[in-house]
Nanobody, 126 residues
Framework: QVQLVESGGGLVQAGDSLRLSCATS????????MGWFRQAPGKEREFVAT????????FYADSVKGRFTISRDDAKNTVYLQMNSLKPEDTAVYYC???????????????????WGQGTQVTVSS
């Protein structure tokens, strides 16, 4: 079993930055691919970014590419999402997710992940 706990959300203005953290526990963090998803009110949960456990390669949704950066610290069992140049349309609950590593494919669909955090709210005012 893997436990994920997100933190770092809040209320910011457009153009500001936030860094989300996802602390994991329970199993060997370094063998998991990690992802960030978000869900706005009335919308489906959508992919934001993912990072592979091997080599730490990353993949982003087009909507955040160039503004958001996903990273991981295996020594701290933590994955981060640095969010810069935030826009009102980034407002959502952000979720951290994990899945056991199973190859070089980038997983971008929620049901491809086995473990989820409880989410952290990010609100960007205009």
């Amino acid at each position: 079993q893997v436990q994920l706990v997100e933190s770092g959300g809040g209320l910011v203005q457009a153009g500001d930055s936030l860094r989300l953290s996802c602390a994991t526990s329970g199993r060997t963090f370094s063998r998991f691919d990690m992802g960030w998803f978000r869900q706005a009110p009335g919308k489906e949960r959508e992919f934001v970014a993912t990072i592979k456990w091997s080599a730490g390669s990353t993949f982003y949704a087009d909507s955040v590419k160039g503004r958001f950066t996903i990273s991981r610290d295996d020594a701290k069992n933590t994955v981060y999402l640095q969010m810069n140049s935030l826009k009102p349309e980034d407002t959502a609950v952000y979720y951290c997710a994990a899945r056991s590593y199973s190859g070089s494919y980038y997983y971008t669909v929620p049901n491809q992940y086995n473990y989820w955090g409880q989410g952290t709210q990010v609100t960007v005012s205009s």
